[in-house]
């Protein structure tokens, strides 16, 4: 089969978005181009980067996806463009915007991906590992192996890292955890592996939830975590110890009117995906539903807030 592989020139502000329009729009695969975390790896030493200079421009990031070939690709591009200008009526720069498409064939695709996710080890234990990937764990480290597939999320994006980080710090055994908006699942799979012994994730996109689905079980925690369609709090049952919410500003702020329903008091929530220049929007939401803003990470131009529902204990 032969895809189109479209590629968008965009800001911090507006990745997150777009990357969800090609979702909408059945993208099989979604590869985020950012210089800024590119830079942040080639210096951690981590990875050999001998090959690849120091990026100089870190405002510009590249978002590629990979449509189908097909009668219906025209009107996918066109309804692209036009959900990108609309951005704009949301206060969302989206930059250039510049656009544009070549022709792939499906084994070339499956494969080009990969080579943008490698093994890295996120917090001080969480270490986050591809499936086609060898990795020698030490002692101390929590191995995570991940496929995130056509689902959102590898870990090393740093909505996720920050969340990554906050859970090695805040799990303790025996919680109750909601993840919702899981994508591949691997913050519910992080809370599992740290010693929460029940946790719902939730996710709209089947597609997330079947990938989810798949993770959890390439990991054995099948019997911690149920993975599930939903729309974010609905439906779920119960008052959990801890809520994953690493999605975008304007869900977190609608999904705070649920939070005092669906948090046990003294419980803590961690909210992520949050552009830099939106924490003073969610912040204020926060207040507005009497929660309490318990620290603020930042990192890349985005944020992860740790948002508790009064009390001092879980």
């Known amino acids: 089969m032969k895809w189109a592989e479209v590629s968008i020139r965009t800001t911090h502000e507006a990745t997150e978005l ?15 181009e950012d210089p800024e975390l590119v830079n942040t790896y080639r210096n951690s030493g981590t990875w050999d980067y001998t090959d ?78 591809p499936s086609w990937e060898e990795y ?68 709209f996109d089947p597609v997330a939830v079947t990938v989810a689905s798949e993770n959890v079980a390439i990991n054995q925690a099948d019997s911690i975590i149920s993975v599930g369609r939903g729309d974010l709090l609905k439906g779920i049952e119960g008052k959990a110890d801890l809520i994953i919410a ?6 977190i702020i609608v999904l705070l009117d649920d939070i005092p329903n669906k948090l046990k008091i003294g419980g803590s929530m961690i909210a992520s995906g949050i552009i830099a220049d939106r924490l003073g929007d969610v912040t204020e939401a926060v207040i507005a539903h009497g929660l309490l803003v318990d620290r603020v990470l930042e990192e890349g131009g985005w944020a992860a807030m740790v948002i508790r529902n009064g009390g001092t204990t879980v």
């Open 246 to 251: 690493n999605i975008i500003a304007d869900i």
């Open 52 to 129: 690849i200079p120091e990026a100089t421009n870190t405002e510009v990031v590249t978002v590629r996806a990979y449509l189908p070939m097909d009668e219906e690709l025209d009107d996918k591009l066109r309804a692209f463009e036009k959900e990108v200008d609309a951005l704009a009526g949301h206060d969302i720069d989206k930059g250039t915007g510049d656009i544009s498409y070549s022709e792939i064939q499906d084994e070339d695709w499956a494969n080009n991906w990969k080579k943008y996710f490698h093994t890295e080890k996120i917090g001080d234990i969480i270490v986050i590992k």
């Open 136 to 203: 020698t764990a030490s002692p101390d480290d929590i191995v995570i192996e991940l496929d995130p597939g056509m689902a959102f999320g590898t870990g090393t994006h740093p909505t996720t890292s920050m969340c990554i980080r906050i859970l090695e710090e805040i799990v303790t055994g025996g919680m109750k955890v909601f993840d919702v908006g899981t994508g591949s699942g691997v913050l519910a799979i992080a809370a599992a592996k740290l010693g929460a012994t029940e946790v719902t994730a939730v996710d």
């Open 18 to 32: 777009i990357a969800e329009i090609f979702h909408d729009l059945g993208a099989s695969g979604v590869v985020i």
